[in-house]
Every structure is written in structure tokens, then in C-alpha cells.
């Protein structure tokens, strides 16, 4: 049985590689307003990602702007997947009240954590 879903393993490498080369890894380009990172989420909610209805409620009880995410899925590692209800016509409706992560994306994190930003994203991870 593999205890480490590949893409743990990828960030793991990613993080190794990283201290190798002592660069440091920067998020360039800029958001073209797809919306495409506003339909298909994972929440990751004090350092883990949501994977259960029970954990999402605590979530929106917590913070009730989470009561905006529709559960549509769950990735094949576990996480659960999100669309967002506040995205309208690829725009957010509620820009000002949008969650932190919304306004951080993407951090380096991501990468870390083996994943990539979405296909056709204006956003991308290159060493300085
Ligand atoms: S996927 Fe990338 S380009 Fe599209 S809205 Fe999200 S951050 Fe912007
Ligand atoms: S709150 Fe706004 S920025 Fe955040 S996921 Fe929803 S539509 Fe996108």
C-alpha cells in the first residue's frame, strides 16, 4: 500500500530541490481573470485540506463566509472539491468579502504541496 499520495512525494521533492539550489521560488505573471480557480477548489482549512462534509461545516460555523463553496467532488487524494457560488460571469461578487486564500492564490505553498496552478492560469512558479 502507498501511504504517500504522488503528489506528497512531489512537493517533498520540490521542497528538496529547492534547498539544493538556495533559490528561492517566486509566483510570477499576473491573474487573467479566467475563474477558473473559483470553480474548482480545494479549501485548506489550519494546514489541511478539507476531505469531509463534517469538516466543512465546522469550517463555514467557524467562518461563515465559507458557506459560499458548493461541494461538486472529491480529488483522487482526498480532498474535497469546491466550486464557489460568489463567482458570477468569471468575476467575484463579493470582492471585498472574499476569503484570505482568494486574494493570496497562488502562494509557493501549492507547488510545496506538489500541485500547479490550472491550466491556462496567467500565474506560474519560477526560481529567481
Ligand atoms: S486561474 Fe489564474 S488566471 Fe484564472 S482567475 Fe484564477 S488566478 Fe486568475
Ligand atoms: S470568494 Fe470570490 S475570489 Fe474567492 S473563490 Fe469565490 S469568486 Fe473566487
Known amino acids: ?3 504517500f499520495p504522488p503528489e506528497t512525494v ?14 528561492q521560488l517566486a509566483v510570477a505573471g499576473s491573474c487573467l481573470q479566467c475563474g477558473k480557480c473559483c470553480e474548482s477548489l480545494c479549501i485548506s482549512v489550519d494546514g489541511g ?3 469531509s462534509e463534517y469538516q466543512f461545516r465546522e469550517a ?9 463553496f458548493v461541494i461538486t467532488g472529491q480529488d483522487s487524494f482526498g480532498p474535497l472539491v469546491f466550486k464557489c ?3 458570477v460571469a468569471n468575476r467575484c461578487a463579493d470582492y471585498g468579502n472574499r476569503l484570505e486564500f482568494c ?11 506538489g ?3 490550472l491550466p ?5 512558479f519560477s526560481y529567481e
Open 1 to 3: 500500500m502507498n501511504m
Open 10 to 23: 512531489l512537493g517533498a521533492f520540490r521542497y528538496l530541490h529547492s534547498l539544493i539550489r538556495r533559490k
Open 49 to 51: 485540506f478539507i476531505e
Open 60 to 68: 463555514c460555523a467557524k467562518d461563515p463566509r465559507y458557506e459560499r
Open 85 to 87: 457560488s460568489s463567482l
Open 103 to 113: 486574494s493570496n492564490y497562488p502562494t509557493t505553498n501549492l507547488y510545496f504541496t
Open 115 to 117: 500541485r500547479n496552478v
Open 120 to 124: 491556462g492560469c496567467g500565474f506560474r
